[in-house]
């Protein structure tokens, strides 16, 4: 009957050294990411993407017919704002583009130091910036995306608003409780460079991989009832 199971054993055996840090890390993550809310995950708890619009109907006076005669293939008209300034942002195909809600011309992108007044004025905590740098591309926090501004405050999360060079619109709220969180998800789905391909090959390999060693606990598990069973009908 050993001999039966010997395989097993040792298969089991070299499958739980191969799988043991993998398994800690799915662990981890799973308490880490069901831990962690996600409305703390996206930062809701300390900045908001949109603000209440100040403006009225009759604040905008530019001509739609002249702003939408701009734009090719126009599918949707939002009324928004800027700080202080009346926005009419047109929506096309290939993207939104933003008008001066009083004077009907394209909106000039706003500069550093608008960009910083924007995003203290979407800050739900009490802190101050440290620092605005415009990226001609961003980092894999942010996707990648291309000509935006980083605006990082002092606070203990250490708070980062990503903002459109464009339109000067929040596009993401960064913080360490995001950073600490997408950290455990890379070790849980094992994609290590993008963290976003939960089909990767290493993943499907190391499931396989602890599906065996289940099922050679389980065959182990199983030789043990037997032994003890032996055991009793002998005695």
């Given at each position: 009957?050993?001999?039966?199971?010997?395989?097993?054993?040792?298969?089991?055996?070299?499958?739980?050294?191969?799988?043991?840090?993998?398994?800690?890390?799915?662990?981890?993550?799973?308490?880490?990411?069901?831990?962690?809310?996600?409305?703390?995950?996206?930062?809701?708890?300390?900045?908001?993407?949109?603000?209440?619009?100040?403006?009225?109907?009759?604040?905008?006076?530019?001509?739609?017919?002249?702003?939408?005669?701009?734009?090719?293939?126009?599918?949707?008209?939002?009324?928004?704002?800027?700080?202080?300034?009346?926005?009419?942002?047109?929506?096309?195909?290939?993207?939104?583009?933003?008008?001066?809600?009083?004077?009907?011309?394209?909106?000039?992108?706003?500069?550093?130091?608008?960009?910083?007044?924007?995003?203290?004025?979407?800050?739900?905590?009490?802190?101050?910036?440290?620092?605005?740098?415009?990226?001609?591309?961003?980092?894999?926090?942010?996707?990648?995306?291309?000509?935006?501004?980083?605006?990082?405050f002092n606070d203990t999360f250490n708070t980062t608003l990503y903002l459109?060079?464009?339109?000067?619109?929040?596009?993401?709220?960064?913080?360490?409780?995001?950073?600490?969180?997408?950290?455990?998800?890379?070790?849980?789905?094992?994609?290590?460079?993008?963290?976003?391909?939960?089909?990767?090959?290493?993943?499907?390999?190391?499931?396989?991989?602890?599906?065996?060693?289940?099922?050679s606990g389980v065959m182990l598990l199983i030789q043990s009832f037997r032994?003890?069973?032996?055991?009793?009908?002998?005695?």
């Open positions: 009957m050993k001999k039966t199971f010997k395989p097993a054993r040792k298969l089991h055996k070299w499958l739980g050294y191969l799988l043991a840090l993998q398994i800690l890390a799915w662990l981890l993550g799973g308490l880490v990411m069901s831990a962690i809310p996600l409305e703390k995950v996206h930062g809701k708890h300390l900045a908001t993407r949109t603000l209440n619009n100040p403006f009225t109907q009759t604040d905008y006076v530019a001509s739609l017919d002249n702003i939408t005669s701009q734009v090719k293939n126009p599918t949707q008209i939002i009324f928004e704002n800027f700080l202080t300034t009346p926005l009419i942002t047109v929506i096309s195909k290939s993207e939104p583009h933003s008008f001066n809600g009083i004077t009907g011309r394209p909106f000039e992108a706003p500069t550093k130091i608008q960009i910083t007044e924007n995003a203290k004025a979407h800050l739900l905590i009490n802190a101050e910036p440290m620092s605005t740098i415009f990226l001609k591309q961003g980092s894999r926090e942010v996707g990648y995306k291309k000509d935006i501004w980083q605006v990082q459109s060079a464009n339109n000067g619109k929040v596009v993401t709220i960064r913080s360490t409780i995001w950073r600490i969180f997408d950290f455990f998800w890379m070790l849980h789905i094992m994609d290590y460079d993008q963290r976003e391909d939960f089909n990767n090959p290493l993943l499907i390999s190391f499931s396989a991989t602890s599906v065996l060693f289940c099922l032994v003890k069973r032996l055991t009793r009908i002998r005695n």
